[in-house]
């Protein structure tokens, strides 16, 4: 047991998307992306563990999600459903838009981290994210300026100078008593 439908399907040249459509043509999985849980097929070869993290009483700190990991067999078993299958099983009614072969899908090494937009190219979300955050950060630094530079000038230049006087003074009179000795 260990192995996730990504380690299963480099072993054979696919992503872990197209292993998880292949695993739920031939009756391991069912459900859909994001949502797959075991057939009694699936069962036999594959476990699946919650796992949880955050606080649960509050909804935006606490996640839950669901690993499915597959045995070595696994692998040799689904090989030997495709060799014996007379025909393909038929497209999954849970994947609508599943219209292309497993080899036409998304190729090895590719990400799941962006999406599509309409003109087909990948935007990354994690970029636009950043890009919006320091979007924010830049308004915020705009508009807490002028109180910043007000209270530099106000409060911070007067503090510094008093404990420089202080300090000077002080040690002025350190001076004085060394002499003195």
């Known amino acids: 047991m260990g192995k996730s439908a990504t380690v299963l399907g480099r072993e054979i040249g696919k992503t872990g998307r197209e292993m998880n459509v292949l695993l739920h043509r031939y009756g391991y999985l069912t459900g859909e992306p994001g949502a ?31 690993t499915t990991t597959w045995s070595d067999e696994t692998l040799a078993a689904l090989l030997n ?44 979300l ?22 910043a530079q007000r209270w530099w000038s106000e409060t911070a230049v007067p503090a510094t100078s008093r404990v420089l006087k202080r300090l000077k003074r002080r040690d002025s009179a350190d001076n004085d008593d060394e002499t003195e000795a």
Do not use: C
């Open 126 to 147: 994690r970029m636009a994210a950043i890009a919006a955050a320091l979007l924010v950060g830049a308004k915020a630094a705009q508009i807490a300026a002028p109180h």
């Open 36 to 66: 797959y849980s075991l057939t009694d097929k699936g069962e036999k070869y594959g476990t699946q563990e919650d796992h949880y993290r955050g606080n649960v009483r509050s909804l935006h700190y606490y996640r839950q999600w669901t």
């Open 81 to 124: 459903d495709m060799n014996n299958a007379p025909t393909p099983p038929e497209l999954a009614e849970s994947f609508p838009n599943d219209d292309v072969t497993v080899a036409e899908a998304e190729p090895v090494g590719a990400t799941d981290r962006g999406a599509s937009d309409s003109a087909g190219t990948r935007v990354d």
